[in-house]
C-alpha cells in the first residue's frame, strides 16, 4: 500500500504526536519512515557580515540545534515502538510548507502523516493553517491528524 510515509515535525508537543502515528502506519504497510524536521533559515550569510556575527559561532550553534532536533526526534521513534523500522532522519531549513512538499516529491513518499493544531493565530484565519495550506498545493496523500 505505502512504501516510503514522511512525517514532518517542528517538534512541538502536538507535532510529535504525529512519529507515533507514522509508526504505526510504516508497521502495517511495513513501509520505510521518514521524519523530517523543518526549521526556517536562521541568517542568511549577507545578513551575517552586516551585522558582524562570526559565521564560525552561527555554525557552532546550528550544530547544536541539529542534533538535538535528531535527539529529540530519535526518542519519539523509540517511545513510539519504530527503532527497527527502517527510517531516516532529515533536516531541512526553509520555508516549512515548501520543504515539507519538495521532500515528499524528492524522495518519493506516498504519504505525508502530520497533526494540526487547527487555526491559532490571526494570519491563520487569513492565510489559512499550514496543514490547509499544503494540503492545497501537495500532489502526494496527506493523513491529517487533529490535536488539541
Same mark, same amino acid.
Given at each position: ?18 512519529? %507515533?502515528?507514522?509508526? @504505526? ?15 526556517? @533559515?536562521?541568517? $542568511? ?5 552586516? !551585522?558582524?556575527? $562570526? ?13 538535538? %532536533?535528531? %535527539? ?31 521532500? %515528499? ?23 489559512? !493553517?499550514?496543514? @490547509?495550506?499544503?494540503? $492545497?498545493? $501537495? ?10
Amino acid at each position: 500500500m505505502f512504501t516510503k510515509i514522511l512525517c514532518p515535525t517542528d517538534l512541538s508537543e502536538a507535532s510529535l504526536l504525529s512519529i %507515533a502515528k507514522g509508526v @504505526e502506519l510504516a508497521q502495517l504497510c511495513k513501509a520505510e519512515l521518514i521524519l523530517l524536521n523543518v526549521r526556517p @533559515e536562521f541568517m $542568511s550569510k549577507e545578513a551575517m557580515i552586516m !551585522s558582524r556575527v $562570526s559565521a564560525y559561532d552561527i555554525h557552532e550553534h546550528e550544530r547544536d540545534i541539529a542534533l538535538a %532536533a535528531k %535527539a529529540i526526534m530519535a526518542e519519539e521513534l523509540r517511545r513510539a515502538g519504530g527503532v527497527g523500522l527502517p527510517h531516516q532522519m532529515i533536516l531541512r531549513e526553509g520555508e516549512p510548507h515548501d520543504e515539507i512538499l519538495e521532500t %515528499a516529491e524528492r524522495l518519493g513518499c506516498d504519504l505525508i502523516v502530520l497533526t494540526t493544531t487547527g487555526r491559532n493565530h490571526l494570519i491563520e484565519y487569513i492565510k489559512g !493553517s499550514d496543514a @490547509e495550506q499544503m494540503l $492545497s498545493k $501537495s500532489h502526494v496523500p496527506m493523513l491529517i491528524f487533529p490535536v488539541g
